[in-house]
């Protein structure tokens, strides 16, 4: 008997559910046909990773094994944009992408915040891309427009991967050169994929567009507010946030906490308003992926989130108080002071491997 991730959405509201439901480490919570009578109901339930049993071992579409096979897809198709097809098969890519964020949004979410990579830059992109995606979904960005903007995150920074790797890693020094290519990237990137055969004018403009800032700072031609598209616009707000919560080189990452203070804070008149509300509601300051440290000394992983504010209410842990692996990730509730957040931690060379796909269920 397998435990499965149970996937409910708000349609159960009124009705009853299908399955019997457990936590991962198989504790029956909800028997199947029990009435979800209202939206506070489902909102406890589903606060927290939910499982269903079955017998087939047959394949099912799997997050956590298509996130990795995307994140080393990406990295070839960026690593050689002389290849034939390069358009075709990044745009592959992007609906590929959007399909993981439509399947399970928070495993795509967390998996690519937290599973190993060989290359920060293209971390950086699929993370840009997802977090796009989802507010591109609230923004109610019509599905062709959501492709394309899908598509310009991870290609934005196409024709310098290779200096965003060494300025991440801290190999690049900051030369009058690299800061023209920084300055220059947006329109060569833009450039290279419509030498690469894309013809899709809203990606490319997305692309051009994505460092140009609301007030006019930004670059490459210091475009205002509404002369910049919607979509680079949420774009801008996505790249901006994955920078501060993944860091570089000379500064650590900023926990999401505080990087939606930054923009709200200084860098406020920068990005569009409304895009950023609508970030903040969707990532609350543990959006998954997010690692802590419990009262018990614990290390546990954001899994879901579960409220429509972003709130958390459990979190999965994976190492014990001595820092070991632990045999069954466990559960915890956060509301009781036991397992309490201490503070938001990041991974460690010293940690044991953990099997990151398993906090998601998979
Ligand atoms: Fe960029």
Known sequence: VLLRPAYLDETVIGDSLPWDLYTSSGVLVATAGTEIADREHYLKLVNRPLFYRTEETQEEPNPASRVSHLARELHDLLADPSQPGLGELLANAADELISIVQFDPDACLGLLRILPMQSPAVRHCLLSAAISQGLAEQAGLAEAEQTSL??????????????????????????????EAIRQHPLRSAELLR?????????????????????????????????????????????YYVAKITGRYYR??????QALKHAFGNDRS????????????????YPPGTLVRLENRETAAVTRHSDHKGNIRHVVSFLDHRGNAMECPSDRDIGNKVFAIRGVTQPELNWPEVDWPRLWGY
């Open 150 to 179: 899908a598509a310009a995150a991870l290609t934005m920074n196409i024709a310098e991967m290779r200096l965003h790797d060494d300025l991440a890693r801290g190999l690049a020094g900051y030369t009058d050169e690299q800061r």
């Open 195 to 239: 030498e690469s055969g894309v013809d899709d004018s809203s990606w490319l403009d997305i692309v051009e567009q994505h460092h140009e800032l609301m007030d006019g700072s930004g670059y490459p031609r210091r475009l205002t507010g509404a002369e910049i598209t919607l979509p680079a616009r949420i774009l801008r707000v996505a790249d």
């Open 252 to 257: 650590p990452p900023a926990s999401p906490g």
């Open 270 to 285: 920068k990005l569009d308003s409304q895009v950023a509300v609508v970030l903040m509601r969707r990532m609350g300051i």
